[in-house]
């Protein structure tokens, strides 16, 4: 939808990622949209680079975000809900629909 | 000039750079922990530069190369006999959603150096205290405010656009304690 503006679709994926999920971090993304991670961690940076997303390390993962100091973000934000709207039923259901609750350990996945 | 690297402050090193910059028509205005050291006249301690610049890292990277400096990686730089380590930020200079209109002009015998008012410098601080509940980023920005004059209405008006009048309110009553 907005690849052509982004530059590529992987960093459509992770502005989705992000909007729907308010984080995330590259090889949970691979493993959402099945790709290889080095595309996730390259365009990750590049975006990191620019100043529109942060990251910082929780444990052993890099856990990205946007930047809530980018005097951009507001409408980098508006731009994405917008193509959001047009992600089709299926798609959202597949990769921007996870369970987000807590699920204590032990418990059957 | 002979430079000792190993011993240089971080107001020479940061006027070094812009000057040299500044001598091949590219802006560079400093930013973040470094203002804050000057400011404080390092009372609070920063290793790191960090430069916002509307120029191209090739072209900053080929000039920082003739100060002895390394591009470590796509936006770091780096000199071995030296403790700081330069950054170039993405553009624009900016504290929250507001750009910089203003700078401040700090003259050394390396040069001039352009850096953030001691006002933004403490908006760039409280934006981080606000936005990731930094405690080292408040506890600058009090630094800031106690070494300098500041806008503090400025600060305050800023702070209630950005929706943190709240953590203002904490700012202040920690500066006035």
New interface residues.
Partial sequence: MLEGLFGNSVIEKIFFTLLVYGEGYPLGMAKTFDEPVNKFQQQLKRLEDSGIIVSRLVGNVRLYTFNPRSPFLDELKALISRAYEFVPEREKELYYRKRMRPRRKGKPQ | MKIDWKNITIRNLAALVCHALTKVGIDAVLVGGACVSIYTDNTYVSYDLDFVSHASLKDIAEILSGLGFQRES??HFIRKDCPFFIEF??P?V?V????IKKEEMVKTRYGSLRLLTPTDSVKDRL??YY??NDPQALEQAIMVAKAQKVKMTEIRKWSEKEDHKEKFDTFFRMLKA
């Fill in positions: 796509s936006r930020v993405a624009p900016s929250g959603n507001e750009p934006a981080s936005h990731w």
